[in-house]
């Protein structure tokens, strides 16, 4: 069945000049609290997007039909597929115009320094990524690819379309100090599991490390709705990635 969004798909036609990111909020965030956070570097801000700019961006998603069916693959040391719809943005690819412009505001140098400062990254490179999960989907507990230096997750979905009890809150998961990121423990073995908030217009920034684990429980959503989230991954800047981004790009085109 192919999936429809309850929201509203509007058209969107640019008439007046709208900002996205709240920079004046950005720029607040304590980069020593940040740094200081257990069990790793994580932060779960509100409101890192302006009222406007976010209604636009929830009302104007990018149709599921153009991402990638990405479901049963297997991960490393034996950890649960992480089942979803996904879709990477690749260089003048058609979505919606305000995603276009909240991308554009998202390469700024002035979104890039805070970034640079909480992970103490010199000159980070961007992807851009959405992720749709549906019912049934889950994030095992995993830590990220060591590549990264960690990753920026703004969530879509908003009390209007979204019950709580359905889940998909990003939960940082604390191992004490002692477990292999080459291993698949369960959400049970973590001696601490903290849910972020996930719902409205909120973002979780996470530092990418040995403990830096984190995942979500299985989706109760109904049929016709989905998790619906969109990543910046924040990567070092390195030649050979942007080759082989830019390869993945040309077969994502294809299509």
């Given at each position: 069945m192919r999936w429809k969004s309850s929201i509203a798909h509007h058209h969107y036609r640019?008439?007046?000049m709208t900002n996205y990111i709240d920079f004046e909020k950005l720029e607040a965030l304590d980069v020593a609290d940040f740094r200081a956070k257990?069990?790793?570097p994580w932060v779960n801000p509100e409101g890192l997007i302006t009222a406007e700019g976010y209604k636009l961006l929830c009302e104007n998603m990018p149709d599921v039909a153009m991402f990638e069916k990405n479901f049963g693959y297997e991960r490393r040391a034996g950890q649960q597929p992480h089942d979803r719809y996904s879709l990477e943005y690749v260089e003048?690819?058609?979505i919606p115009q305000p995603w276009e412009e909240f991308i554009n505001e998202l390469r700024s140098d002035r979104y890039r320094n805070v970034i640079a400062k909480l992970f103490e990254a010199d000159n980070p490179e961007f992807r851009f990524h959405w992720h749709y999960a549906p019912r049934g989907a889950s994030v095992s507990p995993h830590c990220d690819s060591k590549r990264e230096y960690g990753s920026h997750l703004f969530y879509f979905n908003t009390e209007d379309d979204w019950d709580p009890a359905w889940g998909g809150?990003?939960?940082?998961?604390d191992d004490g100090g002692g477990m292999d990121p080459n291993s698949a423990p369960a959400f049970e073995d973590f001696k601490q599991i903290i849910p972020c908030k996930s719902l409205g217009n909120v973002?979780?920034?996470l530092e990418r490390s040995p403990r830096g684990w984190h995942g979500v429980r299985e989706i109760t959503c109904p049929?016709?709705?989905?998790?619906q989230i969109f990543i910046i991954v924040v990567n070092p800047s390195s030649l050979f990635w942007?080759?082989?981004?830019?390869?993945i790009g040309k077969q994502i085109q294809r299509l």
């Open positions: 640019h008439e007046t257990k069990p790793y003048g690819m058609a809150e990003t939960l940082v998961l973002s979780a920034i049929e016709d709705r989905m998790r942007k080759v082989r981004d830019k390869l």
